[in-house]
């Protein structure tokens, strides 16, 4: 680790790195070594002077504004690299297709996505570079939905000066992971494809008008979200056999998903479980163990996922439903095991 040592009066030493103390008044014409933040309560935080900048008269009463009497100017050693830099060869190392990187701002460089679409993150690579101190790579949650802009990663050195072997490091398990999965990246984003889906209401009470439907506008905004539309909505009593029909009739339209809505409980009125189990489709899990949504249904028909939405998808902004939905878009096929692994974090208020 680098160590800060006093040589002589206004001269510092971070490793083989020299930081020489200057007088504000004596600093025009100079480089600042590194970003100068701003600070007001409540009001503003941000970067008044960007590293490398040069130093105007004009500038002496905003410096002593933030308490800045004094001002570095660096001298680098051969095997140490300020933070940007180090920030900025390590995003680069990491990022892939789909991303871009921003600026460096006081040592830390965004990895974000340019499209909608599903992070994958190799959790590996995270933890072996976070293991090696001085830097850091903090990132989004596989699985995580990301829009276009949004970060899904950020490099980060602690200090102002950095080992290069360090970053070099950072370097060398990126290119070993590229070489060892087909030139992927360890951060990247899968998009979604655009499903044209089918919907099924169930419920005498929405399909006889004495109560207005509400689950087709929260599928709809869903799916819209995602970047996938609801092709047509269907409505159905709380009739095994119409379901079925109505089931069999979206399958013959070639729909991407179907979704079942409504009677999912284990009420003996509650059809609609029944209804798809007995459309021919292969369940993968009726329920999950997670809250709100424990009542899903998902399974495959001829190969289509169909899923059966219990009622908190109306009105509960993160269910189970939100888990799956992305993945199914982003081309998974969802298992038995991803079911399970869905109780692990999957308590949320309800």
Do not use: W
């Not at 965004?110 to 909608?116: A, D, E, G, R």
């Not at 990126?174 to 979604?192: H, T």
């Not at 509400?214 to 119409?242: M, N, W």
Request: aromatic letters at 6%; proline letters at 5%; charged letters at 25%.
């Amino acid at each position: 680790m680098s160590q800060k040592q006093q040589t002589e009066e206004g001269v510092e030493q971070l490793g083989s790195t020299i930081l020489r103390e200057v007088s504000v008044y004596d600093a025009v014409g100079l480089r600042l070594a590194h970003d100068l933040t701003r600070i007001i309560p409540g009001t503003f935080k941000g970067r008044l002077f960007k590293r490398g900048h040069v130093v105007t008269e004009a500038d002496i009463p905003n410096l002593l504004d933030i308490g800045k009497e004094h001002i570095y100017i660096m001298e680098l050693g051969e095997d140490e690299l300020h933070e940007d830099d180090a920030a900025i060869r390590m995003a680069e190392a990491l990022y892939g297709d789909q991303l871009l990187l921003s600026e460096p701002h006081e040592g830390k460089v965004s990895i974000k996505s340019n499209q909608l679409g599903l992070a994958e993150i190799d959790k590996g690579i995270v933890d072996a570079i976070n293991a090696l101190g001085e830097i850091a790579l903090a990132t989004v949650k596989t699985n995580t939905v990301v829009k276009p802009g949004q970060p899904l990663a950020a490099t980060r050195a602690i200090p102002l000066v950095v080992p290069k072997t360090k970053v070099e490091t950072v370097e060398r398990l990126a290119d070993e992971y590229r070489r060892a999965n087909e030139g992927a990246s360890p951060l990247r984003v899968r998009p979604f494809r655009k499903f044209r889906v089918g919907l099924i209401t169930t419920g005498g009470e929405v399909f006889n008008g004495r109560i207005e439907d509400k689950f087709g506008p929260a599928v709809r905004s869903k799916l819209e979200e995602l970047g996938s539309e609801v092709g047509e909505q269907r409505f159905a009593p709380d009739d095994r056999q119409t379901i079925v029909k109505e089931i069999h009739y979206l399958l013959d339209q070639r729909y991407d998903m179907i979704l079942v809505t409504g009677g999912m409980s284990v009420d003996p009125d509650d059809r609609t479980p029944g209804a798809i189990k007995a459309s021919g489709a292969d369940i993968v899990s009726y329920g999950t163990p997670m809250l709100p949504g424990s009542m899903l249904l998902i399974g495959y028909l001829n190969g289509v996922p169909i899923m059966g939405l219990p009622g908190c998808v109306m009105h509960d902004p993160y269910t189970s439903f939100d888990v799956l939905l992305p993945r199914i878009l982003a081309g998974d096929t969802i298992a038995r095991e991803d079911i399970i692994s869905m109780g692990y974090g999957g308590l949320n208020s309800c």
